[in-house]
């Protein structure tokens, strides 16, 4: 059997390969979360996608399945993408802020986000997507700024230092509580779609 040896040097850049990633991810107890959950959801899709999806984390139903937005709030992300003319197998690789889910899906502290950070940023490396769209307030806060706000930020594309363009959006778990944010986000995804038809033309 192929041991994964987990490593605390947070210096991820010789794991080459997801599968790889995936099983360390499998083995972390890098915070507390990991001891109050069935397991780390990794985050799924086309390991070559050009657009990732970035949640918060797992909760109560992608816990029990071991996969990423199957929930309520999943099945709307799946109609938003296919509204848009995508389908999260071959469009898109799906993954969140923190791997395990946090007691009662509260929103993860900033001393499990900052263990749990560098396994998303290494898949960042290794899907090597060109567009990025973060999902809700604690995806943008992470990835782009503490301070930074979701009614502010959502819709304006914001390019990373290697080109990656970013597009923050409510997260889906919003418009289940406010139906007003579903054409903002549906507009938002429109964007996304017609950017990525745009990178798939080359
Ligand atoms: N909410 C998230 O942020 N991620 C999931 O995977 C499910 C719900």
């Avoid at 709307?76 to 898109?92: A, H, N, P, Q, Y």
């Avoid at 889910?101 to 263990?115: F, I, K, L, S, Y």
């Avoid at 990025?132 to 307030?137: A, C, R």
Wanted: hydrophobic content about 35%; some cysteine.
């Amino acid at each position: 059997m192929n041991q994964v040896v987990y490593s605390e040097d947070h210096d991820l850049s010789r794991v080459n390969r997801l599968d790889e990633l995936k099983e360390m991810v499998r083995m972390c107890s890098r915070c507390g979360l990991r001891a109050g959950c069935s397991g780390a959801v990794f985050g799924e899709g086309n390991p070559g996608a050009a657009v990732m999806l970035i949640g918060e984390g797992p909760g109560a139903e992608e816990d029990r399945m071991g996969r990423p937005f199957v929930g309520k709030a999943g099945q709307l992300l799946d109609k938003i993408l296919g509204s848009v003319g995508m389908e999260r197998f071959t469009d898109t690789f799906i993954a969140n802020v923190v791997k395990c889910r946090p007691p009662g899906n509260r929103v993860p502290r900033t001393e499990e986000t900052e263990r749990c950070l560098p396994w998303l940023y290494r898949q960042i490396e290794l899907i090597s997507p060109q567009i990025i769209v973060l999902l809700g307030s604690t995806a943008l806060q992470n990835l782009i700024s503490p301070d930074a706000r979701i009614t502010k930020m959502r819709g304006e594309w914001l390019v990373s230092k290697s080109g990656i363009m970013i597009m923050p959006t409510y997260h889906p778990a919003a418009l289940l509580r406010d139906t007003g944010k579903k054409r903002p986000v549906w507009e938002d995804f429109r964007k996304v779609r017609d950017e990525y038809q745009k990178v798939n033309a080359f």
